[in-house]
């Protein structure tokens, strides 16, 4: 092996091993402070990544995009993991309820916000699309680390499951309308690719699940083995992205079928779980590396009311969508605050967008981004402080 190759794989392990290290020290500090190992995780990558010390290996920032769909696969497994019958018993309407009011409400009030500060409406249909959408890799981490099941976190994991499937479809009809707004022909071509990204992905997931759930856990019995479930999730995956249908929503299909359907297994997901948590540290930390915190300081007052207007119609919608559905004061107060992490999915979104209308670019981007930097760092608190204030009533 020449010097060169040896110093890449070495800066390689070496930041490897360092990250594991401190994501196991981190979760330490999380468990006796205020702040979730998310956020730490976050911050920590921030302070090593590019905009300050550059300690992370280029070869590994250039991977994250491939780390980041296979740590959102393993989590959109086990959300659909619990999708099972008893778990949805009592909790469909809300759920519901809950994650539609969640979705369309920041979505409308970040619209408003937008025109009334003179943004046009094009662009202002577009953030408001991107403000529905959450970050479901976060909300899971912060209450698998919490360890609190209740009633509570057991709803917030099925809102999740929900509320990218609303903002997925808000999407399609925002792009619709900008496009038939700006008079380009072809308006009704976005919502049969929305239909297809998220109508194919719930076929995918069943077409791997069905057989999944009858053949999986019988070599040890009542236990999956690794190689399975790595096996399958990396399969449904593959073919999603080779299909161009939304390989989040199949793992989470792919996750629900099995965890209704295998009757033989005791715990389905039990191997998944076992490394999902090695692939989080990394994901959050080179999430962390990849935020451009200098967008923060371009986002101005627009991006100011972005976020405020976010924030506001998460709340607003749960606790409308909570009050619909009778589902009690602890919902109706702390959900929304519970939905607030941002990452992934809104920005996917504003790249496809800007691709579509690129003069829209320069404007969207930096709002999107620099929002995100402050929902993924603030975001995880607020969840964490939501499921303990509901834990404690």
Not at 127 to 156: H, M, Y
Not at 303 to 318: D, E, F, Q, S, T
Not at 370 to 375: E, K, R, Y
Request: aromatic share 8%; proline share 3%.
């Amino acid at each position: 092996m020449d010097t060169t190759q040896l110093s890449i794989s070495s800066q390689f392990l070496l930041a490897l091993g360092g990250i594991f290290l401190v994501g196991l020290l981190l979760s330490t500090v999380a468990h006796r402070t205020f702040l979730p190992r998310a956020t730490l995780l976050l911050l920590f990558g921030a302070v090593i990544g590019e905009d300050l010390l550059n300690l992370v290996p280029r070869l590994l920032v250039d991977r994250f995009g491939l780390i980041a769909e296979i740590t959102l696969l393993m989590v959109g497994f086990l959300l659909g993991g619990k999708l099972t019958k008893s778990s949805l018993r009592g909790h469909t309407g809300t759920s519901f309820s809950i994650s539609i009011c969640a979705a369309i409400l920041p979505a409308l009030l970040v619209c408003l916000g937008m025109i009334a500060m003179g943004v046009a409406t094009e662009i202002a249909l577009l953030l408001g699309c991107f403000a529905a959408a959450t970050a479901p890799a976060a909300i899971l981490d912060v209450v698998q680390e919490s360890k609190i099941k209740n009633r509570f976190s057991k709803l917030l994991l099925l809102i999740v499951v929900l509320d990218d499937v609303w903002a997925l479809l808000l999407f399609g009809v925002g792009m619709a309308i900008v496009t038939s707004l700006n008079g380009i022909a072809g308006e009704a071509g976005f919502i049969g690719l929305v239909a297809w990204e998220l109508g194919g992905a719930v076929l995918l997931g069943i077409v791997i699940g069905l057989p999944a759930a009858y053949m999986t856990g019988r070599i040890k019995k009542g236990k999956p083995m690794l190689s399975e479930a790595l096996g399958i999730v990396f399969l449904c995956g593959g073919i999603a992205l080779w299909m161009n249908v939304s390989f989040l929503i199949s793992a989470i299909v792919m996750g629900a079928v099995i965890a209704n359907l295998a009757r033989h297994h005791t715990r389905p997901f039990h191997a998944i779980e076992g490394i999902e948590s090695l692939f989080m540290i990394i994901f959050f930390v080179l999430a962390g590396a990849s935020l451009e915190i200098g967008a923060l300081a371009t986002i101005g007052v627009t991006g100011g009311i972005y976020i405020l207007c976010r924030a506001l119609g998460k709340y607003l919608g749960a606790w409308i969508g909570g009050y619909l559905s009778k589902s009690g004061q602890d919902n109706q107060l702390w959900m929304g605050v519970a939905l607030l992490p941002q990452a992934g999915v809104a920005i996917g979104m504003a790249l496809v967008a800007s691709s579509r209308f690129p003069e829209y670019r320069q404007i969207m981007l930096p709002i999107v981004i620099a929002s995100t930097v402050v929902f993924e760092i603030i975001g995880p608190v607020f969840t964490r402080l939501a499921i303990k204030q509901s834990n404690q009533k």
